[in-house]
Structure formats: structure tokens, C-alpha cells
């Protein structure tokens, strides 16, 4: 399985590429086994309580799970492409 990340997230992880180990059956697990990997993700994207902060995007083989699927309880096989976007302003 492997997560694309990108902008700061990509900084905090030391790569914009990132293979988790394991063998996660949801986006939730997926989601634990990045963090697990790479602490320094945690404060960027998850609030005092746990959960994704509203800013950042997270979407499993090109869709948001969370307007799509089953949220974190979404399913996902080895191959699995996941992504993590940070809020991206410009002007």
C-alpha cells in the first residue's frame, strides 16, 4: 500500500512517496500505520481529538472516502493507492 504525500506533509514524512507495513484492511489502519511510521505526521494532520483536521484532504485510489465511501472503515487491498493533501492557498 502506498500513500502519496504532498507539500508539508511530504516534508514532515522526509518523502512524498511512503510504503506502510502491514497489512491494513481500511483507510483508518492505513491511515494508523503511516502515523506509526512517521510520528511527525500526527499534529499535521489529526485535531486534539483524533480525527482529520477539516483543512486536510485524504482520498483512497483518487476519491474522498468520507463523500464516497465508508469513511475510515473504507476498504483497501495491498495495492492501494492512499493521498494526503494539506490546505493549499495562492492568490
Known sequence: MRWRLFATLAEAAGDSEVRVDGDPETVGEALDALLDAHPALEAEVLDEEGDLYDHVRLLHEGVD??????????????????????????G
Open 65 to 90: 472516502p468520507f463523500a464516497e465511501g465508508e469513511g475510515f472503515e473504507t476498504p483497501v487491498e495491498a495495492g492501494d493507492e492512499l493521498a494526503l493533501f494539506p490546505p493549499v492557498s495562492g
